[in-house]
């Protein structure tokens, strides 16, 4: 039925690529200022289209256009007059315009003039755009994340990832200033579901693996900083795909006064996890709807208010489960029959009002106020039946791959009943003042978090009739010893847990130039205090931006600074689900030192950026990972570091497509218990790879890639000390691929001006080959005990081979 399904679709999408297509020709230039200084990523569109380009870094462009029609090319950038040229150009011709923009006194608006400060510190600038082709199970912003340097995630299913040893829990995310938070209960990927951020109406990505400015708080290892539009005219975009439906729509009215702008997203795992070892009646259903709204009150008054609501469920009836582990001459087989099943729920709510007001054209004041709510639970009573055999491993023998001797059977049983409902209140003011070479930001913010839970989880084993741990034998006993029953990983607690937190923070940004060099010195400090433990944290923090004045440019960067991290609901806990008083903020100490140099190759801009860093952990927390859940021991025991370097080069290795590649080598460890011990986190070696490219002769194809590689994450058995989970999951490796084709584009013709297709703007469909090598990659392990107490580690594997096939349009 499901091939019968995909052979239709593939035949209604393709009967619509026929088709006519325009020759076209090549603008290409140079954009400066008054001074003749260049003008980077200055904007070009092509009229009455939304195609266009941006200016490298040193002010060069080049731009395809339709021959044959007179274009009009608009230029512009913030804080220049716009301006524009028309051509009138011959099939494959190319023409030269160099433009000269006029600085005006136009007010910058908020993310240009963070974007464009932003170039001297850690941050990354990454084009939204890229989402669309990137092949990826979740298609979210955390999927280009995830191939950044410093940057791993192990679980394709999930948006979560980890940046330079830190866990997940360590990295802020905002949205339009207001930080949005991750599901606590989720234990795995496929119970997650859809990111917050939703791509469709996201304008700006910015992406920092450490050493932030003081204006971000309060975590230990990275921020995500979402902008999402501010809508000029009435647009709009839908996806369909085997996995879901998305779509969303933006305009304005009232003179533009007002704008709008929403998106819904519906996505189901299920035709993926079919392909899990674990079979049975999965069904999965995520959903949500989000939206801003902007009034423009007065040429210095803006509001805006943001919308979010999701409904997650995930259900799963377990039937059986075969999976095969070992080596190749030593094999084994795990075949489980399951009775029970799992109900999850997630919903969610975010709302935030933002006020801004410039009363002069150097400040500009902002204030927040947002509510983020959480309703989970979790529930499940699921047995399994099992029996492990040794497989014969010789291939010569006719009982080659089957199960010649069995060692062991046995069964369990896993309980949970865990309920959680919280609430995050936030107040915040931000200003900024841009004075002569100086820009000086503060801000102000209170914070109110209350989360009542109610857990109860447990797991009991046997084997072969026998409980384990199994009791002292008495038989011939008159009057036996009653051994209680033992549960394993017992978890029960009723917590109901009310904090305040109030951060300030104020820095500085000074720009000169000396020596025939441009110079950003940011120096700033952020103040922490936590209701829960009455502690307060000062953390100072400073960068410096060198950029000589040199034929190749190049720029250094060294950074430094504290980042304490007061515990949250999550790490305030201890194994068993206590409430542990006076816990303290994590700290970690960063050092960086970095270099981005710009150079081009076969004519087109590149740029090569390398940083390294020492991070230095006290009043850590410890903790344990199995898939994304986190268990954390509810101690401050224990310091420990983390240390390495990143490199990345990103470019138009194909013209007209970036791409980038990845690779880190870190080092994480911690003195726990008497011993130096690896972090759960500790993947030495990163290498990640997205490729764009074009089919030769046919442009309006293009194929997407991309590759994944990570060393194996320390693990060990349960219960076991920390100092013994030193084993290493085999490592990660993944190649996705997209392929797809455009059906509608600028160059597009219809002879008939009645056709309905004529309303969109641009058509993809695209076929999505997901592990595309067939590798089986380990998320955890299932730890089964024989009746001797022997301990086998059955490997719980993610997805296959997958295909996916999307259409994709915007109008």
Same mark, same amino acid.
């Given at each position: 039925m499901m091939f019968r399904q995909v052979t239709i679709i593939l035949v209604f999408i393709f009967c619509l690529i026929w088709r006519t297509e325009a020759q076209v020709a090549t603008v290409s230039g140079y954009a400066s200022n008054e001074n003749g200084d260049p003008i980077e990523y200055a904007n070009l569109a092509i009229k009455g289209t939304t195609n266009g380009t941006t200016t490298n870094k040193k002010g060069f462009f080049s731009l395809d256009v339709p021959a044959n029609q007179e274009v009009v090319i608009l230029f512009s950038f913030i804080g220049f007059e716009r301006d524009s040229i028309v051509v009138n150009l011959p099939p494959l011709a190319k023409h030269v315009a160099n433009i000269t923009l006029k600085e005006t006194s136009t007010e910058l608006s908020t993310i240009e003039v963070k974007d464009e400060q932003l170039r001297t510190n850690t941050f990354s600038r990454i084009d939204p755009k890229t989402i669309t082709f990137i092949p990826s199970m979740n298609s979210s912003v955390e999927d280009i994340i995830k191939t950044?340097?410093?940057?791993?995630?192990? !679980?394709?299913?999930s948006s979560q990832y980890s940046v330079r040893g830190g866990n997940f829990d360590e990295n802020l995310v905002f949205v339009n200033n207001m930080e949005v938070y991750r599901p606590f209960l989720v234990r795995s990927g496929q119970q997650e579901g859809m990111s917050i951020l939703n791509p469709d109406l996201v304008s700006g990505i910015l992406f920092s693996a450490g050493g932030f400015d003081a204006e971000y708080g309060d975590k230990m290892s990275s921020v995500l900083d979402i902008r999402y539009k501010k809508p000029q005219e009435f647009a709009g975009s839908f996806d369909i795909s085997l996995m879901g439906a998305n779509a969303h729509l933006e305009g304005t009215f009232a003179k533009k006064r007002f704008s709008y702008l929403i998106g819904a997203r519906y996505k189901t795992n299920t035709y993926i996890l079919k392909g899990l070892d674990t079979k049975g009646n999965y069904k999965p259903r995520f959903f949500d709807i989000q939206g801003m709204l902007y009034y423009d009150v007065s040429e210095k008054v803006e509001i805006s208010l943001l919308g979010y609501y999701s409904n997650n469920a995930y259900n799963l009836i377990p039937e059986t489960r075969e999976t095969s582990f070992g080596t190749l001459d030593e094999a084994y087989k795990i075949t489980i029959y399951f009775d029970g099943q799992e109900v999850d729920r997630y919903q969610n709510w975010l709302s935030g009002l933002t006020v801004t007001y410039r009363p002069t054209e150097k400040m500009r004041l902002r204030f927040i106020a947002s509510v983020y709510q959480t309703n989970e639970s979790e529930t499940y009573d699921i047995s399994g039946e099992y029996w492990i055999g040794k497989?014969?491993?010789?291939?010569?023998?006719?009982?080659?791959?089957?199960?010649?001797? $069995?060692?062991?059977?046995?069964?369990?049983? !896993?309980?949970?009943?865990?309920?959680?409902? /919280?609430?995050?209140?936030?107040?915040?003011?931000?200003?900024?003042?841009? %004075? #002569?070479?100086?820009q000086i930001d503060w801000g102000i913010r209170y914070q109110y978090s209350y989360f009542a839970s109610r857990m109860n989880e447990w797991e009991l084993q046997d084997s072969a009739g026998y409980t384990l741990p199994r009791p002292i !034998?008495?038989?011939?006993?008159?009057?036996? !010893?009653?051994?209680?029953?033992?549960?394993?990983?017992?978890?029960?607690? #009723?917590?109901n847990l009310g904090t305040s937190l109030i951060s300030a923070y104020a820095q500085d940004t000074w720009t000169f130039k000396l020596m025939k060099a441009d110079i950003a010195l940011t120096g700033g400090v952020r103040a922490i205090y936590y209701s829960y433990n009455n502690q307060v944290n000062i953390n100072p923090r400073i960068n410096l931006a060198v950029k000589p004045h040199w034929r190749t440019?190049?720029?250094?960067?060294?950074?430094?600074?504290?980042?304490?991290?007061?515990?949250?609901?999550?790490?305030?806990?201890?194994?068993?689900?206590?409430?542990?008083?006076?816990?303290k903020s994590q700290t970690s100490i960063q050092v960086l030192a970095g270099s981005d140099l710009y150079f081009k190759a076969w004519g087109r801009p590149f740029k090569f950026v390398a940083e390294a860093y020492y991070k230095y952990i006290k009043n850590l927390i410890p903790?344990?990972?199995?898939?994304?859940?986190i268990r954390y021991y509810g101690t401050n025991?224990?310091?420990?570091?983390?240390?390495?370097?990143?490199?990345?080069?990103?470019?138009?290795?194909?013209? /007209?497509?970036?791409?980038?590649?990845?690779?880190?080598?870190?080092?994480?460890?911690?003195?726990?218990?008497g011993s130096w011990i690896p972090r759960p986190t500790d993947q030495r070696v990163n290498l990640s790879i997205f490729f764009q490219d074009y089919i030769p002769k046919f442009p309006t194809?293009?194929?997407?890639?991309?590759?994944?590689?990570?060393?194996?994450?320390? $693990?060990?058995p349960p219960d076991s000390p920390r100092s013994a989970q030193t084993l290493r999951i085999p490592p990660y490796k993944r190649v996705d691929i997209g392929i797809s084709k455009q059906l509608i584009g600028e160059r597009t013709?219809?002879?008939?001006?009645?056709?309905?297709?004529?309303?969109?703007?641009?058509?993809? $469909?695209?076929?999505?080959?997901?592990?595309?090598?067939?590798?089986?990659?380990?998320?955890?392990?299932?730890?089964?005990?024989?009746?001797? #107490?022997?301990?086998?580690?059955?490997? #719980?594997?993610?997805?296959?081979?997958?295909?996916?096939? %999307?259409?994709?349009?915007?109008?």
């Amino acid at each position: 039925m499901m091939f019968r399904q995909v052979t239709i679709i593939l035949v209604f999408i393709f009967c619509l690529i026929w088709r006519t297509e325009a020759q076209v020709a090549t603008v290409s230039g140079y954009a400066s200022n008054e001074n003749g200084d260049p003008i980077e990523y200055a904007n070009l569109a092509i009229k009455g289209t939304t195609n266009g380009t941006t200016t490298n870094k040193k002010g060069f462009f080049s731009l395809d256009v339709p021959a044959n029609q007179e274009v009009v090319i608009l230029f512009s950038f913030i804080g220049f007059e716009r301006d524009s040229i028309v051509v009138n150009l011959p099939p494959l011709a190319k023409h030269v315009a160099n433009i000269t923009l006029k600085e005006t006194s136009t007010e910058l608006s908020t993310i240009e003039v963070k974007d464009e400060q932003l170039r001297t510190n850690t941050f990354s600038r990454i084009d939204p755009k890229t989402i669309t082709f990137i092949p990826s199970m979740n298609s979210s912003v955390e999927d280009i994340i995830k191939t950044l340097p410093g940057v791993s995630s192990r !679980d394709e299913l999930s948006s979560q990832y980890s940046v330079r040893g830190g866990n997940f829990d360590e990295n802020l995310v905002f949205v339009n200033n207001m930080e949005v938070y991750r599901p606590f209960l989720v234990r795995s990927g496929q119970q997650e579901g859809m990111s917050i951020l939703n791509p469709d109406l996201v304008s700006g990505i910015l992406f920092s693996a450490g050493g932030f400015d003081a204006e971000y708080g309060d975590k230990m290892s990275s921020v995500l900083d979402i902008r999402y539009k501010k809508p000029q005219e009435f647009a709009g975009s839908f996806d369909i795909s085997l996995m879901g439906a998305n779509a969303h729509l933006e305009g304005t009215f009232a003179k533009k006064r007002f704008s709008y702008l929403i998106g819904a997203r519906y996505k189901t795992n299920t035709y993926i996890l079919k392909g899990l070892d674990t079979k049975g009646n999965y069904k999965p259903r995520f959903f949500d709807i989000q939206g801003m709204l902007y009034y423009d009150v007065s040429e210095k008054v803006e509001i805006s208010l943001l919308g979010y609501y999701s409904n997650n469920a995930y259900n799963l009836i377990p039937e059986t489960r075969e999976t095969s582990f070992g080596t190749l001459d030593e094999a084994y087989k795990i075949t489980i029959y399951f009775d029970g099943q799992e109900v999850d729920r997630y919903q969610n709510w975010l709302s935030g009002l933002t006020v801004t007001y410039r009363p002069t054209e150097k400040m500009r004041l902002r204030f927040i106020a947002s509510v983020y709510q959480t309703n989970e639970s979790e529930t499940y009573d699921i047995s399994g039946e099992y029996w492990i055999g040794k497989l014969e491993t010789y291939q010569g023998s006719s009982e080659y791959g089957e199960v010649t001797e $069995v060692l062991g059977v046995g069964s369990y049983m !896993d309980h949970a009943r865990n309920y959680l409902d /919280g609430s995050v209140f936030n107040l915040d003011h931000r200003g900024t003042l841009d %004075k #002569n070479a100086h820009q000086i930001d503060w801000g102000i913010r209170y914070q109110y978090s209350y989360f009542a839970s109610r857990m109860n989880e447990w797991e009991l084993q046997d084997s072969a009739g026998y409980t384990l741990p199994r009791p002292i !034998d008495s038989i011939g006993f008159f009057n036996p !010893d009653l051994d209680p029953l033992i549960l394993k990983n017992v978890i029960k607690s #009723n917590q109901n847990l009310g904090t305040s937190l109030i951060s300030a923070y104020a820095q500085d940004t000074w720009t000169f130039k000396l020596m025939k060099a441009d110079i950003a010195l940011t120096g700033g400090v952020r103040a922490i205090y936590y209701s829960y433990n009455n502690q307060v944290n000062i953390n100072p923090r400073i960068n410096l931006a060198v950029k000589p004045h040199w034929r190749t440019e190049t720029t250094f960067r060294i950074s430094s600074g504290y980042y304490s991290q007061p515990p949250t609901a999550r790490e305030l806990t201890d194994l068993q689900g206590n409430l542990i008083p006076g816990l303290k903020s994590q700290t970690s100490i960063q050092v960086l030192a970095g270099s981005d140099l710009y150079f081009k190759a076969w004519g087109r801009p590149f740029k090569f950026v390398a940083e390294a860093y020492y991070k230095y952990i006290k009043n850590l927390i410890p903790y344990e990972i199995d898939n994304l859940n986190i268990r954390y021991y509810g101690t401050n025991d224990a310091h420990g570091y983390a240390t390495g370097i990143d490199f990345r080069i990103n470019g138009e290795f194909v013209k /007209g497509a970036e791409s980038w590649a990845s690779l880190s080598f870190m080092k994480t460890e911690e003195y726990f218990e008497g011993s130096w011990i690896p972090r759960p986190t500790d993947q030495r070696v990163n290498l990640s790879i997205f490729f764009q490219d074009y089919i030769p002769k046919f442009p309006t194809w293009k194929v997407a890639l991309t590759l994944v590689y990570g060393t194996g994450l320390p $693990v060990g058995p349960p219960d076991s000390p920390r100092s013994a989970q030193t084993l290493r999951i085999p490592p990660y490796k993944r190649v996705d691929i997209g392929i797809s084709k455009q059906l509608i584009g600028e160059r597009t013709h219809y002879k008939n001006p009645k056709n309905v297709l004529r309303a969109f703007k641009s058509m993809w $469909v695209s076929l999505e080959i997901f592990n595309l090598l067939q590798l089986s990659n380990t998320i955890s392990y299932l730890w089964i005990t024989d009746i001797t #107490n022997r301990q086998y580690a059955i490997p #719980n594997y993610m997805t296959p081979r997958t295909f996916n096939l %999307k259409l994709f349009a915007t109008f």
